[in-house]
């Protein structure tokens, strides 16, 4: 690599670190230094925090501990059926929630469980007269699990898949029983999952908005996040959204660092290149069993989608595609989220860049390795503070200058792109390590200058991840409420936040007709961007 | 050549199996008492061979018969059958003596006179002294020895190696091989070894079953096959 193009580079990635920091830390100033006078005055850990705080940590244990309880047996099922039918979809549906905005998954929970949802009618109609709340505390739960079930089994799954061959052909040879094959083989395979896993799921259940938003139903089921939302929106109350937001970064913090002691979990499809053949489980008590575990875990995610597809198709779409409100609420949509995947495609891409070029010479100085640090570390800084603390933040900082609303769209769009950002990193980093490590040595021996490279070398190899991370940036903005929430007025309305006002002033049929929408094009723009499974070598056993 | 029935240990009357893409065809009968050497080129059958024995792979013709019982329908569990691969024999989560363990106990019951089994095969391998190392710690000749230890204390009839020292440094392979004989001495065990090296085939075999393409090209007394200069499959695999 030429030596000024090596500058620029670096230059590049320094910029838009330097950008990140600035945004992160401007808001996590405001937060800070703004009123530290409220502090003193007790009202600091009052009986309101304390509780929401309280509240925040019970559900997020509850959540991670019902998901992970009910994976193992989910994924051990499929595990042990190789040939269940239609298993490949199976194991894709598990993977779909991921994508689908905690909106539209709401709206679909409600429609199976709630009060006049499939569920209760059902419970009804078999003489029971108590029926399941959606609301409140059972209703955060059944939604955390919904989203973490699936993610907590395909950890566990693809550990069972790991598994050597081996392993299950020595466990019949020795006669090992249902219970010895679990205790020596299944068991230990997932148990090194579990703390990564649960980790996983308990900073996502800790920092969950949406879902707490819509299904809380009142301040006694509220999550800090929620609680920020309130007091800046409803109550105004500044000293509380700092109190909150730092409790917040706190609990975050902890987290994360928490986090980083725990293994993290590896997804990845398997290729052992033998083929497994299980002896356990062949008989028809076994197979009844294991089929039942599916079919209920399946229904468990099929139900709510299919709620929203069955409403959503219920809806008048003709009405609601002429409707002036959607129309501006789709444009406004597409504006914010094509252009903080953009952004944050571009600063990832930078950032990769200059991480990968200060690492390259094999003498790195301590500033280079410094500065290669602080880039991956500030994934783990938009982590440490989520979108709503960092939005309560640039509340805050903005009012002084005037209405905030007139930079809503900037602040959003900046706030979507950092949260998306962890992600595009994950995306681009690998893929940019192989390709600079396929390319680099020889574009730079035939003497490849930077635009012939750009365009002839590092676009075509280059542009399957990036369009993959842009794909999947645009999806997680699209979806977002958190942002928009916070900024969200008559001059600035999102498809989910249009759906949310909709929710609120009982037009359901809009609401599921816009769900549907919004659903779709979400899993789409997830699926395109998700790197496809490795495929399983077949049968490639030595004969 | 001809046997004795209650002279045989395995014996494949008229097995095949459809693997779509190849068809095999096994018929066949070993003697007690021997190392049986299976080779031939990748995809022969070698591994097929063993795994029909082991109950692994369901024939879709014929039977198979151990000490003169048929097992066609058995499962592997109740054979009386050991098997040996070449990689992955222990589990890594589990330490030395509870790998051997579960060859006496699948469940990991043991007793005294269990623990005393156990600590007797581990001093006959030569690991006495490792019984609470794990797996990871361990090369891979100390790996697979106490995969053999665990073959010794389950004291069936029948063992099954496959390529067990194919990941092995040639030192460590002859001391391997010292270990399979004293193992075929004491249990009088028969002993089926998939082996893709000569040198294994003169040094511990008693006779050699040569598998190409899903058939048993020769099955003969190993004096026999080593002298052979054809058919031109065999005269390669011998280096001719």
């Known amino acids: ?543 | 050549m001809p046997a004795e029935i209650d002279d045989i240990a395995i014996r494949l009357k008229g097995v095949g199996i459809d693997f779509g893409a190849t068809k095999l065809a096994f018929d066949c009968a070993f003697r007690k008492g021997e190392i049986i050497a299976v080779t031939g080129p990748s995809g022969s059958g070698k591994s097929t061979l063993l795994n029909l024995v082991a109950g692994f792979d369901m024939p879709d013709d014929g039977r198979i018969e151990l000490l003169g019982q048929d097992v066609t329908r058995m499962s592997p569990g109740e054979r009386p059958v050991s098997v040996v691969f070449q990689e992955h024999n222990l589990f890594t989560h589990l330490d030395v003596v509870s790998n051997v363990g579960l060859g006496i106990n699948p469940g990991l019951r043991l007793g005294v006179a269990d623990k005393a089994r156990i600590a007797g095969a581990l001093l006959r391998v030569g690991l006495d002294g490792f019984a609470k190392r794990m797996p990871a710690s361990l090369s891979g000749g100390e790996r697979q020895r106490v995969a053999l230890a665990r073959a010794m204390v389950r004291r069936r009839p029948v063992i099954l190696l496959d390529e067990p020292f194919a990941a092995l440094d040639p030192g460590l392979r002859s001391g391997m091989g010292d270990l399979i004989l004293d193992l075929r001495r004491s249990e009088e065990a028969t002993i089926l070894l998939v082996t893709h090296h000569p040198q294994d085939v003169a040094r511990l075999a008693d006779s050699v079953v040569f598998l190409d393409g899903g058939q048993i090209l020769v099955q003969e007394a190993k004096t026999d096959f080593m002298l052979r200069t054809a058919p031109p499959e065999i005269a390669r695999f011998l280096g001719k």
């Not at chain 1, 094509?338 to 390259?360: D, I, K, P, Y």
Request: charged share 15%; glycine share 8%; with cysteine.
């Open chain 1, 1 to 543: 690599m030429v030596f000024s193009e090596r500058r620029m580079t670096i230059a590049a990635g320094v910029f838009c670190l330097g950008g990140i920091m600035l945004f992160v830390g401007a808001a996590a100033w405001a937060l800070l230094a703004a009123d530290v006078a409220a502090v003193s005055e007790g009202r600091f850990f009052d009986a309101y925090v304390r509780r929401v705080t309280r509240f925040t940590l019970l559900q997020a244990v509850l959540s991670t501990l019902i998901s992970i309880f009910l994976a193992i047996p989910l994924a051990l099922a499929l595990a042990r059926r190789p040939a269940f039918p239609g298993r490949i979809w199976i194991v894709r549906l598990l993977a779909l929630p991921l994508g689908l905005p905690a909106l539209v998954a709401a709206l679909g929970l409600i429609g199976i469980w709630g009060r006049q949802g499939v569920m209760n009618t059902l419970l009804a109609n078999l003489g029971l007269a108590q029926p399941v709340s959606i609301y409140g505390l059972s209703g955060i739960l059944l939604a955390h699990v919904f989203f973490n079930l699936p993610l907590a089994t395909r950890f566990m799954l693809a550990g069972l898949e790991r598994i050597p061959g081996e392993y299950w052909l020595i466990g019949t040879n020795l006669g090992m029983s249902r219970l010895s094959l679990f205790r020596f083989v299944e068991w230990p395979a997932i148990r090194g999952l579990i703390p990564g896993v649960a980790g996983l799921i308990f900073m996502l259940c800790a920092t969950s908005f949406t879902l707490v938003l819509t299904l809380g139903g009142g301040p006694a089921a509220s999550t800090i996040e929620v609680a920020i939302y309130q007091a800046l929106r409803f109550d105004f109350d500044p000293p509380r959204v700092i109190a909150l937001s730092m409790l917040q970064i706190v609990l975050t913090g902890v987290l994360l660092a928490m986090a980083r002691l725990l293994t993290p979990p590896v997804a990845e499809a398997v290729t052992t290149g033998r083929r497994v053949i299980r002896f356990d489980g062949r008989n028809i008590t076994d197979k009844i069993a294991d089929a039942l575990v599916i079919s209920l875990g399946m229904i468990f995610i099929l139900l709510p989608l299919a709620a929203v597809l069955v409403s959503g198709l219920r809806a008048d779409m003709v009405r609601l595609a002429a409707d002036p409100m959607v129309h501006r609420a789709l444009s406004t949509s597409l504006a914010i989220a094509l252009s903080s995947a953009f952004f944050c495609v571009l600063s990832g891409l930078a950032l990769v860049a200059a991480r990968q070029t200060l690492l390259q010479p094999r003498r790195t100085s301590p500033m280079a390795r410094g500065l290669s640090s602080a880039i991956s570390g500030s994934s783990a800084l938009v982590l440490l503070v989520p979108p709503v603390v960092l939005g309560a933040g640039w509340f805050l900082l903005l009012r002084p200058f005037g209405d905030v609303a007139v930079f809503a769209p900037f602040v959003v769009v900046a706030i979507n792109a950092m949260m998306a950002l962890p992600f595009v990193y994950g995306i681009l980093d690998p893929a940019m390590a192989t390709h600079s490590a396929r390319t680099g040595r020889l574009s730079q021996s035939l003497g490849i200058g930077f635009f012939n490279r750009l365009r002839l070398i590092d676009w075509p190899g280059l542009r399957r991840p990036a369009l993959m991370a842009y794909s999947f940036a645009c999806a997680l903005s699209l979806g977002d409420l958190g942002a928009v929430a916070l900024f969200g007025s008559q001059d600035m309305v999102t498809l989910p936040y249009l759906l949310y006002s909709r929710m609120g002033s009982y037009r359901t049929a809009d609401a599921a007709g816009l769900a549907l929408v919004l659903g779709f094009v979400c899993v789409i723009l997830t699926i395109i961007g998700t790197p496809p499974e490795r495929k399983v070598e077949g049968n490639a056993d030595a004969r």
